[in-house]
């Protein structure tokens, strides 16, 4: 059985090839009876496509994993706080499971009431937050000097 962390260390990882791709870095892994069956990172600049956010690259590569479109009994680790297009996708795929790094204050779906999350979706948060915090802070820095 492996733990949040590790799948939370995989997803950093994937976050990473984001950064160095020139992407915002996020990354996302689906888990479903531990194991990982879908995986993503943002890939908005290289797609030239705003939809092509981690969480949804994930999602659907579990979804063709498992051959049908609910995702009741997976887990989805994600670096940040996913947003509201993202938390869509997470409620229609019926997600049993959320685990996020670092919150985003600014864009994370959070800020809605009520929450646009399924309400069968469990959730966690600030798993690796520090790790997925400075990753990001890293990013935008370079972008600003």
């Known amino acids: 059985m492996f733990s949040d962390e590790y799948f939370m260390e995989i997803a950093l990882s994937l976050a990473e090839e984001a950064d160095a791709a020139g992407e915002i870095p996020v990354g996302a892994v689906v888990v479903c009876k531990n194991r990982i069956i879908g995986k993503g990172r943002n890939q908005t600049e290289q797609l030239t496509d705003v939809t092509a956010h981690a969480e949804l690259m994930a999602i659907t ?10 995702l009741a ?6 670096t940040l706080e996913p ?3 993202c938390a869509g996708a997470i409620f229609w795929a019926q997600l049993g499971r959320l685990v996020i ?11 809605l009431q009520p929450s646009p999350l399924h309400p069968k979706t469990r ?3 600030g798993i690796l937050a520090d790790e997925s915090r400075q990753l990001l802070t890293n990013f935008f820095g370079r972008l600003r000097t």
């Open 101 to 111: 790094g670092a919150d985003d204050p600014k864009r994370g779906y959070s800020r």
């Open 61 to 70: 590569a579990a979804t063709q994993s498992l051959g049908g479109k609910y």
């Open 73 to 78: 009994d997976c887990t989805l680790y994600v």
């Open 83 to 85: 947003c509201v297009m």
């Open 123 to 125: 959730l966690e948060t």
